[in-house]
C-alpha cells in the first residue's frame, strides 16, 4: 500500500502521540486538561480580538483536538459532538432547495434516513449509487454534493476517490468521503481529491467506546468557516471533556489500529472456506473483489470485516458460546464486538455481521471464535 500523503516529517505514531500538544514548559502537564468554561473574561468592558468569549463559539480544549485530527487528515477540521452531527451539519452547510446529491445506497443506513426525513423540506433530487458503482455517465451532471463512504459500512466494500473526484468536480460538485472505517491514518481522502473528509470518531479514532464525537475537515478556508459558523449557530457543540479524552485516546490509535488489523487478518484467514460462514468480505484479502481498488488509495487495513451465518439464531448462539466477542453496534473499540445489522433495518441478510475485531491477543481471539462457531 502507498502513502498519499508521502511529504510528513514525522511517521504516524508519532504524529498520533505528538498532534496538538503546546510546546513543553516546565512544570505543565504533556496534555492540560480540558477547559470548561461558558464566558471567558473580556480583559475589559469589550471583547478582545482574538481570544475567547463564549463557550459556544471557541474552547482551546476542541482547538487542540482540531489540530492533532486536522494534521492527520491534511486539513482543517471542525470538531462536533458525533459522527451524525458531523454529517447533518456538511450536508446543512452545503446544500439548497433543489439541489442533486449522489449517496452511497450501501453506506450507513442513518445518513439516508437523514436525508429522507430531516432534509425533505429542501426536496432534494437524491442519487442513490452502490459504492462500488456502476458510475455511468452523466451520475454526476447537475449534481451539488456526492457523499461517497469507503470501506462502506457494513458492506466493506471500496471506490476509487481520486477517480470519482476528478468526474466530479468536471460536472461541477462537490465530493465528501465518510473515513470512519478507514481512519485518518488508513486513509487520505483530502490527499486523494475530496473536498471534506468526516467521520465518526466514536470509533476507531478515540477506540475505547467511552466517547460521541465526529469531524469534518476540509482543505479551504472558506469552507472551514462555513462550517464553524454553522456549528455555533446551531450550538452542536463537542463537551470538553470528551475532546479531552478523545485527544488522550489518538496517542494509541497507530498501536490499537495496527493491533486490530492483525487481528482481522488472522480471523479472516481462520474463516475462509469455514462451512458456517459465507460472503466474508476484508479489503485485505487478497481475493477480495475490492483488494486491488483499496491497496492503491488504502495506507494500511483496518480491523471491520463482515461475514454471514444461516439466520439471526446462529449469530445469537454464536455470541452466547464466545467468552471474548460481545454483542455491541459500534466498532473501532479495544474489545472484539460483533453487530447483526439487519437488526437496525440495515438491507441486509438476518445472518450478516459485521465484526469489529479488538486488541485481544490474536490466537486467543482465533480459538475462541472458532469454538463459538464449531
Not at 76 to 105: E, F, K, Q, Y
Not at 136 to 154: C, I, K, Y
Not at 172 to 188: H, K, L, S, Y
Not at 271 to 299: F, I, K, N, Y
Request: hydrophobic share 40%; glycine share 10%.
Amino acid at each position: 500500500m502507498t502513502n498519499p500523503a508521502g511529504t510528513d516529517p514525522f511517521g504516524d505514531g508519532t504524529r498520533c502521540v505528538q498532534g496538538g500538544h503546546p510546546d513543553p514548559v516546565a512544570g505543565n502537564p504533556l496534555l492540560p486538561g480540558p477547559v470548561f468554561a461558558a464566558p471567558y473574561h473580556l480583559g475589559g468592558s469589550d471583547r478582545a480580538t482574538d481570544t475567547d468569549f463564549y463557550g459556544r463559539a471557541g474552547n482551546p480544549t476542541w482547538r487542540a483536538l482540531e489540530s492533532a485530527i486536522g494534521e492527520l487528515d491534511g486539513g482543517h477540521c471542525v470538531l462536533l459532538p458525533s459522527g451524525m452531527a458531523a454529517i447533518s451539519t456538511l450536508l446543512r452547510a452545503v446544500l439548497r432547495p433543489g439541489d442533486a446529491l449522489v449517496l452511497p445506497s450501501d453506506g450507513y443506513y442513518a445518513t439516508r434516513q437523514f436525508v429522507r426525513d430531516e432534509l425533505a423540506e429542501l426536496a432534494l433530487d437524491v442519487r442513490e449509487v452502490p459504492t462500488p458503482g456502476p458510475w455511468p455517465d452523466g451520475a454526476f451532471d447537475g449534481v451539488r454534493l456526492v457523499l461517497l463512504e469507503t470501506p462502506s459500512n457494513p458492506g466493506m466494500d471500496v471506490c476509487d476517490i481520486a477517480a470519482l473526484a476528478e468526474r466530479a468536480h468536471a460536472a461541477g460538485a462537490r465530493v465528501a468521503v465518510d473515513n470512519t472505517t478507514a481512519t485518518p491514518i488508513g486513509q487520505r481522502p483530502l490527499q486523494l481529491g475530496a473536498d471534506a473528509v468526516l467521520a465518526s470518531d466514536t470509533k476507531a479514532l478515540t477506540g475505547h467506546s467511552d466517547v460521541l464525537l465526529g469531524h469534518v475537515s476540509v482543505h479551504d478556508d472558506a469552507f472551514a468557516e462555513r462550517l464553524l459558523r454553522a456549528r455555533t449557530l446551531s450550538g452542536a457543540i463537542p463537551g470538553p471533556f470528551e475532546s479531552w479524552l478523545a485527544h488522550r485516546s489518538m496517542g494509541t490509535l497507530d498501536l490499537r489500529l495496527a493491533r486490530q488489523a492483525e487481528n482481522a487478518a488472522a480471523l479472516v484467514d481462520a474463516l475462509r472456506g469455514h462451512p458456517a460462514v459465507s460472503g466474508l468480505r476484508w479489503p485485505g484479502l487478497p481475493e477480495d473483489p475490492s483488494h486491488e481498488r483499496a491497496r492503491r488509495q488504502m495506507r494500511r487495513w483496518g480491523g471491520v470485516f463482515r461475514f454471514e451465518l444461516a439466520d439471526a439464531g446462529s449469530v445469537e448462539e454464536f455470541v452466547r458460546r464466545s467468552r471474548l466477542v460481545v454483542g455491541a453496534t459500534s466498532f473501532g473499540g479495544m474489545h472484539s464486538t460483533v453487530d447483526r445489522r439487519a437488526q437496525w433495518g440495515d438491507p441486509v441478510p438476518e445472518g450478516f455481521v459485521r465484526f469489529s475485531a479488538g486488541c485481544e491477543d490474536s490466537a486467543d481471539l482465533v480459538a475462541d471464535v472458532l469454538n463459538a462457531l464449531d
